[in-house]
């Protein structure tokens, strides 16, 4: 008696996704291999890489945050001089002590005098370009700096100090007391608590680093799975891909493939940024900043898997390419949202968003670089996005699965949810 073998079509996969398994002789490439997750995370890392678009952009963000850098290096190491012209030598004199303090606080600003006849002369220097500004005496007997445009605060500022140094100086004098008498008393010294040097501009800049490099990198990779899911779906490949290999190990290819592309992407930009920064003014701070870019990864990788699932299922939801601006719309703003909130919270806010998941990517590294964390805190901010990211994950195959082989128009949130398995 003979046994007929019946195997469903490519159209009706089993329930669970498995597929239908070939005969020994018809096994699929994909079929004979233990792991074939790993299939298909090296062919997504192949795509990528071979990817000419994706090789240009990478070498274009290198070229602009190496170009950031030099340009960097040269603006700190670029004297700034300041001429002014002068008609006596009383204004001379202040320029002179102008010049001493403007170099006190910044080597790299020089402030000179040059002696002109008088204020045509002056005028011509000046709207020449060969002075910056005038200084003259007013008829109320103070002193008037006289630009053709705004004068810069590198040369107001120690101009106003030398004047009104000069001015207590004479007062004082006819006083019959000294300027440190006058001045007992009236100075204000800035500090804080644990004795930190200010570096809020430093420390909003990097963070506004971190909040663009994961916006980009989330949105970039979690666009590109989204669309290899609905073009895989829209072509009936995956009816096909699944006589070979389970929908869950599809899925798992897909996300371990494309993260690991995301964070190597990640990690070359974090290391060409820190090479930069350590030839700049702000290299002493480079172990703190060199933490928090490690903290910064650790998030990025964990958090990165839980989007690429919610990618993946935005793609498995489109029946075509076109939906693809509905499905993904929720992550979109969620990443809108951490791109905009991460550099506009402060305070308690802050503290509290560092500890939401994917928030945290963003807002923990920043509150690292500023010191303000205990050590406990980015622990267990970490945990709690690896427990998001692990619900996530198992909410999100369960979507993908019931999804991805519904071919009659694009499936709601709701009616994958709801689905039978």
């Known amino acids: 008696m003979t046994t007929t073998?019946?195997?469903?079509?490519?159209?009706?996969?089993?329930?669970?996704?498995?597929?239908?398994?070939?005969?020994?002789?018809?096994?699929?490439?994909?079929?004979?291999?233990?792991?074939?997750w790993l299939i298909v995370a090296l062919r997504e890392i192949v795509v990528r890489l071979t990817n000419r678009a994706f090789l240009v952009s990478t070498l274009v963000t290198l070229v602009f945050i190496a170009g950031y850098g030099a340009f960097s290096v040269w603006q700190s190491g670029r004297t700034t001089t300041w001429t002014v012209a002068?008609?006596?030598?009383a204004a001379g004199r202040l320029v002179g002590q102008a010049a001493t303090t403007a170099h006190a606080d910044d080597a790299k600003v020089v402030i000179e005098s040059r002696t002109v006849s008088g204020e045509s002369a002056a005028r011509a220097l000046v709207e020449a370009g060969d002075a910056a500004a005038w200084l003259h005496q007013s008829p109320s007997g103070g002193w008037t700096l006289t630009s053709a445009d705004e004068a810069d605060n590198d040369l107001v500022v120690p101009l106003e100090a030398a004047v009104r140094t000069d001015a207590l100086a004479t007062n004082a004098a006819a006083a019959g007391t000294t300027?440190?008498?006058?001045?007992?008393?009236?100075?204000?010294?800035?500090?804080?608590?644990?004795?930190?040097?200010?570096?809020?501009?430093?420390?909003?800049?990097?963070?506004?680093a971190f909040?663009?490099?994961?916006?980009?990198?989330?949105?970039?990779?979690?666009?590109?799975?989204?669309?290899?899911?609905?073009?895989?779906?829209?072509?009936?490949?995956?009816e096909i891909l699944v006589t070979a290999i389970p929908l869950r190990a599809l899925l798992a290819g897909k996300i371990?493939?494309?993260?690991?592309i995301a964070l190597g992407q990640v990690l070359l930009f974090a290391?060409?940024?820190?090479v930069a920064v350590s030839f700049t003014d702000m290299a002493k701070l480079l172990p703190t900043l060199s933490t928090a870019v490690v903290w910064f990864v650790l998030f990025f990788a964990v958090g990165f898997f839980a989007l690429a699932c919610l990618f993946a299922v935005a793609g498995a939801l489109a029946s075509r390419t076109e939906d693809l601006q509905s499905t993904t719309a929720p992550m979109t703003t969620i990443?809108?949202?951490?791109?905009?909130?991460?550099?506009?919270?402060?305070?308690?806010?802050?503290?509290?968003?560092?500890?939401?998941p994917v928030a945290s990517v963003v807002s923990m590294p920043g509150r690292i670089l500023a010191g303000d964390t205990a050590w406990w805190e980015p622990p267990v901010a970490l945990v709690?996005?690896?427990?998001?990211?692990?619900?996530?994950?198992?909410?999100?195959?369960?979507?993908?699965?019931?999804?991805?082989?519904q071919t009659r128009g694009r499936v709601s949130w709701k009616q994958a949810l709801t689905a039978p398995d």
């Not at 007992?184 to 430093?202: A, E, H, I, V």
């Not at 979690?222 to 899911?229: C, L, M």
């Not at 905009?340 to 968003?353: D, M, N, P, R």
């Open 86 to 89: 002068v008609t006596d030598g």
């Open 5 to 36: 073998q019946h195997r469903p079509p490519f159209d009706q996969p089993d329930p669970e996704g498995a597929g239908v398994t070939p005969p020994s002789g018809e096994e699929h490439e994909l079929g004979r291999t233990e792991r074939p």
């Open 271 to 274: 290391g060409v940024g820190l």
């Open 335 to 356: 990443l809108m949202l951490v791109y905009v909130l991460s550099f506009g919270l402060g305070g308690t806010a802050l503290e509290v968003a560092s500890f939401v």
């Open 211 to 238: 909040a663009l490099l994961f916006f980009m990198a989330a949105m970039m990779f979690g666009q590109q799975i989204a669309a290899s899911v609905v073009e895989e779906k829209q072509s009936r490949l995956v």
């Open 256 to 260: 371990v493939g494309n993260s690991l």
């Open 384 to 405: 709690v996005m690896a427990g998001f990211s692990v619900a996530t994950i198992v909410l999100s195959e369960r979507i993908y699965r019931r999804s991805l082989l």
């Open 179 to 208: 300027i440190q008498a006058l001045e007992r008393g009236s100075t204000l010294t800035t500090n804080q608590f644990d004795g930190r040097q200010g570096t809020g501009g430093f420390v909003k800049g990097a963070t506004f």
